[in-house]
């Protein structure tokens, strides 16, 4: 295959990690999240670490089970450099986030400004079963009170 066409093909393949991502959390399958890592791979953003793909299905659990959330994880500004069987990510998270006092998650949700504004650092490797985040790390840029 033509070496530019397996970059595209890998880089669409990193890009899709971090669409599966998004709608796993948003869509009440967080846990399942876990699976899109390597068997080592780790999550970490403010105050939270989390190694090891039990680590992390058990903390995307405890946010699935999150009822009274509706969210929306928006991805932007994607940057994938692949090089070989390793590559790097960066892109833009806009979350909007709405917590209902009833308990259980209102759709349509009020909406305004983003809970929060930041990016993710991506590292992602290439493995028997595709390629798979390898680190993930989420930096704030902004906080809403």
């Not at 899709?16 to 953003?45: P, R």
């Not at 590292?123 to 798979?132: K, L, S």
């Amino acid at each position: 295959m033509d070496d530019g066409l397996q970059q595209l093909l890998d880089e669409k393949a990193c890009e899709k990690l971090i669409a599966e991502y998004c709608q796993l959390v948003d869509f009440g399958n967080a846990s399942a999240i876990a699976d899109l890592f390597t068997a080592d791979g780790s999550w970490t953003g403010p105050g939270v670490s989390m190694v090891g793909r039990d680590e992390i299905r058990a903390g995307f659990f405890r946010r699935q089970a999150v009822a009274r959330r509706q969210s929306r994880h928006l991805c932007t500004n994607v940057l994938i450099r692949v090089e070989g069987d390793e590559a790097t990510g960066l892109c833009y998270l806009l979350n909007f986030r709405h917590d209902s006092s009833t308990g259980v998650a209102e759709l349509p949700a009020p909406s305004g400004f983003p809970k929060y504004v930041g990016e993710y650092h991506d590292q992602f490797v290439r493995t028997p079963d595709g390629w798979r985040f390898a680190t993930r790390r989420f930096d704030l840029a902004f906080l809403r009170d």
